[in-house]
């Protein structure tokens, strides 16, 4: 079984500073590793995922991600916030081996972005 | 594309009603999934289609739950008996039959159990 920590339940911060997102994971299994976004009333839409390969991940937005086998993180991070960035961001796992392919999420990170 | 839709979006029902969604998956998709996502906390996996074959369900879903694919297209999901509990969004979510492929999530439908 697959499990996802997310540290912070609220990260603050002010447009155009930096911002990271954690998110730790547990598996005996090897994984694949995702973030998605969450806006007010809203579906989950694909930030970025790592599947293999490089550990440096980037996706839309100017959001990137980088998998850290020994420590079992994929933090998230943006080198400059927007306004537009205000959501709810969830870090998920899933089994990298069977057929199947669910999602195990962590309880997410509101990412408050103010002037 | 035009994306995983579902119906309704909202629904307000009375303890003891029975409740049915539907989900409409992106065309082609093979693989069909339920999340369930109570206040604060982070989706949860209920059940899951490959076609028309429910592959795997949660412990979560107790016997007042039931989801159908027939055919391999839409799917709905039944609450029987709702209770205050069931109170949450359930997600729908779909991807091709690759196990790296992506899901895409519908926009959910939000239950309010009275």
Same mark, same amino acid.
């Given at each position: 079984?697959?499990?996802?920590?997310?540290?912070?339940?609220?990260?603050?911060?002010? %447009?155009?500073?930096?911002?990271?997102?954690?998110?730790?994971?547990?598996?005996?299994?090897?994984? +694949?590793?995702?973030? +998605?976004?969450? +806006?007010?009333?809203?579906? !989950?839409?694909?930030?970025?995922?790592?599947?293999?390969?490089?550990?440096?991940?980037?996706?839309?937005?100017?959001?990137?991600? %980088?998998?850290?086998?020994?420590?079992?993180?994929?933090?998230?991070?943006?080198?400059?916030?927007?306004?537009?960035?205000?959501?709810? +961001?969830?870090?998920?796992?899933?089994?990298?081996?069977?057929?199947?392919?669910? !999602?195990?999420? &962590?309880? &997410?990170?509101?990412?408050?972005?103010?002037? | 594309d035009t994306g995983v839709s579902q119906d309704? $979006?909202?629904?307000?029902?009375? $303890? #003891?009603?029975?409740?049915?969604f539907r989900c409409d998956p992106i065309s082609?998709h093979?693989?069909l999934?339920? @999340?369930?996502?109570? /206040?604060?906390? #982070?989706? =949860?996996? /209920?059940?899951?289609?490959?076609? =028309?074959?429910? /592959?795997?369900?949660? $412990?979560?879903?107790?016997?007042?739950?039931?989801? =159908?694919r027939?055919? #391999?297209s839409f799917s709905t999901?039944?609450?029987?008996?709702? =209770?205050?509990?069931?109170?949450?969004?359930?997600?729908c979510?779909s991807?091709?039959?690759?196990?790296?492929?992506?899901? @895409?999530?519908g926009? #959910?439908? $939000?239950?309010?159990?009275?």
């Open positions: 079984a697959q499990s996802v920590t997310q540290l912070d339940s609220q990260v603050p911060v002010f %447009e155009e500073a930096p911002v990271e997102l954690r998110c730790n994971y547990s598996s005996s299994v090897s994984v +694949y590793l995702f973030w +998605y976004v969450q +806006y007010p009333n809203q579906g !989950l839409q694909l930030l970025l995922k790592y599947l293999s390969g490089s550990t440096l991940v980037k996706g839309i937005n100017g959001f990137e991600a %980088e998998f850290n086998k020994s420590q079992t993180s994929f933090h998230l991070r943006k080198p400059s916030v927007h306004i537009s960035d205000t959501a709810e +961001y969830f870090c998920a796992v899933s089994a990298g081996t069977g057929t199947a392919s669910k !999602l195990t999420f &962590g309880t &997410g990170t509101r990412l408050q972005v103010t002037l | 309704p $979006r909202h629904k307000i029902t009375k $303890r #003891g009603q029975n409740v049915t082609e093979n693989r999934y339920w @999340y369930r996502q109570t /206040l604060g906390q #982070g989706p =949860e996996f /209920l059940t899951y289609f490959q076609n =028309e074959a429910q /592959l795997e369900k949660s $412990r979560l879903l107790s016997d007042r739950f039931s989801a =159908e027939p055919k #391999g999901l039944e609450i029987q008996r709702t =209770e205050q509990g069931d109170s949450a969004m359930y997600l979510a991807s091709p039959s690759v196990i790296t492929d992506t899901q @895409y999530f926009p #959910g439908t $939000r239950l309010t159990v009275l």
